[in-house]
């Protein structure tokens, strides 16, 4: 085996695990990514659950006369 062919597969095996490296970061950030995505609309679905039981009866004994 000569020294080119052998430089060229390390060459070739750094790049895969760098590519391999790039994918396990970007897979990890699309999970902490639907992970955020669902604590938000979970803290959405909590806060306009709050704001109906306010709005029952809201204005009820309002005095609009003049």
């Not at 895969?16 to 490296?21: D, E, R, Y």
């Given at each position: 085996m000569?020294?080119?062919?052998?430089?060229?597969?390390?060459?070739?095996?750094?790049t895969?695990?760098?590519?391999?490296?790039?994918?396990?970061?970007m897979m990890r950030m699309n999970a902490d990514s639907q992970a955020?995505?669902?604590?938000?609309?979970?803290?959405a679905q909590r806060s306009g659950a709050q704001l109906?039981?306010?709005?029952n009866g809201l204005g009820a004994n309002l005095d609009i006369s003049v």
């Open positions: 000569d020294v080119g062919a052998l430089a060229s597969a390390f060459v070739g095996a750094k895969a695990q760098v590519q391999l490296a790039v994918a396990a970061k955020a995505v669902a604590q938000l609309l979970e803290s109906a039981a306010a709005a």
